[in-house]
Structure formats: C-alpha cells, structure tokens
C-alpha cells in the first residue's frame, strides 16, 4: 500500500507548481534614510499561496530587516493591510494567482498615514477617528441591567453589514479625501457610527450624528466608491455614509 | 496607554506634539487630526449639510433651467442668428424671463461657487492656499452676482 502513494508523491514534485515570481516592495527605514525606496525580491512560490506568504518568505530567507504587521494571518485582525498592485487589500487574504505573477506584485503600505518602517504605518489617527465616534454601547439608564438587551431579528438585522468592519483601516486609507489633510473621519470611522447609530439597543445615536454632522464628517464624502471597492469584509461602505447623511437629514425636517 | 510607552514605541501620540527623539531620529511628519492648541474647534453647525443639500436640490432645477435656456436661445426658433439687443430686450420686457434668468444667475453661481470651495477644501493642502483661493473665489462669486442682478433689474431698452 505504501508504495504507490510515494510514487504518487513523487511525480507530484516533479511536476513542480512553483513559480518565480518579483515582490516589488516599498522599503523606508527612517534609520537609514528619509527617502523611501523599492525593493524587489524574487521568489519561488505556489501561485495558491497568499502575499503575506511571499512576505513571510523574504523575511525569513532573504531579508529579516522587512518589516510588516501581521497577527492572525486569517483575514480577521486587520493588521495586514497594505497597497497591493495599486489596491488596498488584506496581504492574507489576496492569493497570487489572482493578482497577475508574471508582472512584478508591488507591494506599498496604505496611504495618507505616516509610514513608520517599510510597510508599517502609524494608525493613531484612524484610531483617533475610531474612538471620536464613541465605539461601545450608550443607554441612558444607568444601573446594569439583569438579563440581555433583548432585539428582533429584523432590528439586528438593521446594521448587520457594518458589524462586520475589522478596522484594518483599507477603506479609510483609500479615501481621497482623507489623503488630503487626514481631518475628514474617514469611512471606518463612519461605519462603526452606523453600526451604534441603527442598533435599537443604543440610546446616543443622537450625539454621534451630532458628531458626523462636523465640517470633516460624513458631508465630506465625495461618494468616489474607493471605499467600497477597497473593504477586505465586503462591507457596502459607501451605503452605510449614504444612510447616516440621511439620518442627519431626515432628524431635521 | 501612557505617553512614555508611546513615545518609546515610536508611534506618535494625539494628544501631544513630539518631533526628533533617540527612538525617533527622523524627521516625523505631524500625525494628521494630531490635537494641538492650533487645531480649530470643531464646527457644531448645519452649514455643512445645508451645503450638502443645497447641491442636490440647485442642480435638480438647474437642469431645467439650463437646458430651457440653451433650448431657447440657440435651438428653437431660429437659433442663435436671432440673438440680438432686441432679442433680449423683448425677453426682459417679461417678468417671467427676469425671474428665470434670475434664479439661473443665483442657483448657478452658488452651486458652482460651493463645488469650487469643496473643490479647494480637497485639494489645496495648505491653510493659507486655502484661504487665498477661497478669497478669491467668494469675491468673484459675489461680484458676479450682484453685476447679474443690477443688470437684470435696472436694464433699459431704450439705451442708446
């Protein structure tokens, strides 16, 4: 029985799926100099593997000064996004055969933040715009309730999409407005609003529209859809800001 | 999260300014939305929405207005060959036109004066830029406005 699930394996290797491929990198060191400049490694990688894969490949075995963030490595964290041939895109969930190999992938990190080293990038002030909008729940009785909030399916159903946001910061990094002067509070931002505002449990959607409703809130928006397109979740970013400008409309007249 | 542990991590922190330091050697640009004492309060108004639906609601009507307009003057009836001081003696002679004519004036220069300051606010990086091409462009807005509206109200068709 042994034997010919080795030859099996055997030929399999011969006909080796690997292929070369170039990572084209964005490096920065701020050690070294104030310029940033590409990189480009060439690998031996299945076309089925992920660009954090080929990321981890360079670290490992070709140079460990490459620096990125990564912690789940499952599309989950949010801390591997990055500005993959031009799109902004979660490196562990982007395969390469999906993304064109036989041209060099380029590699930068997400922009309108400060890139810190290579592909990291200071997230203080999407963090900043994160917490402006008051990300947790608000009621107005004070003492802890003895059993759950109880809400229909329909009213959960409400703002599901925008309970998905993993904060990876792709959307709001992908923002023209937000390249700009980086005031605007950006998509993700918006959407974990949306995601209180239109829960029936929260009692301060109020103050967070009064929120949204500032000079470099939601009216900012150029409806451009870069957002949309850049959310690794799928999340309709665009419809979400669309539905809190009307809320903003609809409470005044 | 205290301040020494974001200072040593090299992650600037809001609250507070830091440029050069030992961890930090490079020049560090500013972190946007960083508060600072410069930073301006934020704006609890309406103007922005207003703004906001100001621009749906002038350009539904200006459409109309606008093509009636370019129907009229250049299409219908002659087209543009029977564009004269006449022409539009005759159609000010109208109240209709007046006010037509009018509120084409005012939604227009409005609606593109407030797509140009969106315009600047996106692109002009700088605060001084920013106030110079505002400056510039509320004078010529206001200037237009008012020359429009003195010529539609004191115009004579008897000037010779």
């Known amino acids: ?253 | 999260m205290s301040t020494t542990e974001t200072n040593a991590s090299g992650i600037g922190p809001v609250e507070a300014g830091s440029g050069y330091s030992v961890d930090n050697p490079a020049p560090v640009i500013e972190a946007p939305r960083q508060r600072t004492k410069k930073t301006p309060k934020s704006t609890r108004g309406n103007f922005e929405m207003y703004g906001w639906l100001f621009m749906r609601l002038s350009g539904i009507v200006l459409v109309v207005l606008v093509i009636g307009h370019l129907l009229i003057q250049l299409v219908l009836d002659g087209g543009v060959s029977k564009i004269g001081f006449a022409f539009v003696a005759g159609r000010w002679a109208s109240p209709w036109w007046q006010v037509w004519d009018l509120l084409m004036l005012w939604l227009a220069m409005l609606h593109g004066c407030n797509g140009l300051r969106t315009v600047i606010n996106d692109y002009a990086e700088r605060a001084n830029t920013r106030l110079w091409l505002k400056g510039l462009l509320y004078t010529a807005t206001v200037w237009t406005i008012l020359l429009g509206t003195l010529v539609i109200f004191t115009f004579d068709p008897n000037i010779r």
Request: neutral net charge; charged residues 30%.
């Open chain 1, 1 to 253: 029985m042994a034997t010919p699930v080795l030859d099996k394996v055997e030929a399999q290797s011969a006909a080796s799926p690997y292929i070369t491929v170039t990572f084209r990198v964005r490096r920065f060191n701020p050690e070294v100099s104030a310029e940033a400049s590409w990189e480009d490694f060439q690998l031996e990688i299945d076309p089925k593997e992920r660009v954090l894969d080929g990321l981890h490949k360079i670290k490992w075995d070709l140079d460990g000064t490459l620096t990125f963030r990564r912690s789940c490595a499952h599309g989950i964290c949010g801390s591997d996004a990055m500005r993959i041939n031009g799109k902004n895109r979660l490196a562990c969930k982007t395969l390469i055969k999906d993304i064109n190999p036989e041209k060099p992938i380029t590699v930068e990190p997400i922009k309108g933040l400060t890139v810190l080293k290579d592909l990291v990038v200071d997230m203080e002030p999407f963090f900043q715009a994160y917490r402006d909008v008051m990300p947790f729940l608000i009621t107005k009785e004070t003492n802890e309730p003895t059993r759950e909030r109880l809400q229909s399916a329909e009213d959960r159903a409400r703002f599901d999409d925008t309970t998905k946001c993993i904060l990876c910061a792709a959307c709001t990094s992908s923002c023209p407005v937000f390249w700009n002067d980086g005031q605007y509070f950006g998509p993700a931002a918006i959407v974990n609003a949306h995601r209180f505002i239109f829960d029936s449990r929260d009692e301060a959607g109020e103050q967070r529209l009064e929120i949204l409703n500032d000079k470099d809130g939601v009216w900012r928006c150029r409806t451009t859809f870069n957002c949309t397109d850049a959310c690794p979740r799928g999340i309709e970013v665009t419809k979400a800001i669309a539905e809190v400008k009307r809320a903003l409309i609809t409470r005044r007249f």
